[in-house]
Structures are given as structure tokens and as C-alpha cells.
Nanobody
Framework: QVQLVESGGGLVQPGGSLRLSCAASGSIFMINFMGWYRQAPGKQRELVAAFTSGGSTNYADSVKGRFTISRDNAMNTVYLQMNSLKPEDTAVYYC???????????????WGQGTQVTVSS
């Protein structure tokens, strides 16, 4: 019933920009966490940027100053603005959310389908 749908990935040249979107939908009571992870081939999945339940933001050191996480007014969509992209940013990016749904006793962890970001000249 709850789902996360990602969009915005693609191919971009070094120094370029992309904006990822992740929309949460369904019978949602509360979103306790929304953030972005990425995983490159042969590497561990890493947290890129996230909102905590209190609205604070966290960024991986590798993206600080280049990436910005934001939410819409309804707080059901999270964005990742990626500027000054580097080849090492190439990865599959996954939206992640911890959501308390109506009729579900405890919050659950949900993942988007993943979107490929490729930074190459």
C-alpha cells in the first residue's frame, strides 16, 4: 500500500547537475525518516543525505557542499539536488523512508526502485 517512486536519474557530464525525486504514497500516517542512499559496483551502500524525524539533515562527507536534500510542503516527496557531479558519484541511488502506515503497528523501512546516475564525459 505504501510505495516510493523515484525519478530523475540519467547521464550527465562531470560538473553537471541532476535532481532526483522520491514520492511517497499510500496510507501514510507518519514519515519518520527520508533519505538517499547510493551503491556503486563493488562498493558498499552508503548514506548520501537524509532528513531525521526532527528535520535535521545529514550528508556524507563526500557530497557536502555539492548535494542538497529537500522536501515539499506536504513532506511526502524528498529531492536530492546534485551539483558539481563527479565520476565517482556514479551509482544507483535509492530513496529510503521509514513510514508508519495506517493499520500497521510499527514503522517500516521502505525503498524506492533505484535510479541510475552516471557521470561521464
Amino acid at each position: 500500500q505504501v510505495q516510493l517512486v523515484e525519478s530523475g536519474g540519467g547521464l550527465v557530464q562531470p560538473g553537471g547537475s541532476l535532481r532526483l525525486s522520491c514520492a511517497a504514497s499510500g496510507s501514510i500516517f507518519m514519515i519518520n525518516f527520508m533519505g538517499w542512499y547510493r551503491q556503486a559496483p563493488g562498493k558498499q551502500r552508503e548514506l548520501v543525505a537524509a532528513f531525521t524525524s526532527g528535520g535535521s539533515t545529514n550528508y556524507a562527507d563526500s557530497v557536502k557542499g555539492r548535494f542538497t536534500i529537500s522536501r515539499d510542503n506536504a513532506m511526502n516527496t524528498v529531492y536530492l539536488q546534485m551539483n558539481s557531479l563527479k565520476p565517482e558519484d556514479t551509482a544507483v541511488y535509492y530513496c529510503n523512508a521509514v513510514i508508519k502506515g495506517y493499520g500497521i503497528a510499527t514503522p517500516r523501512n521502505y525503498w524506492g526502485q533505484g535510479t541510475q546516475v552516471t557521470v561521464s564525459s
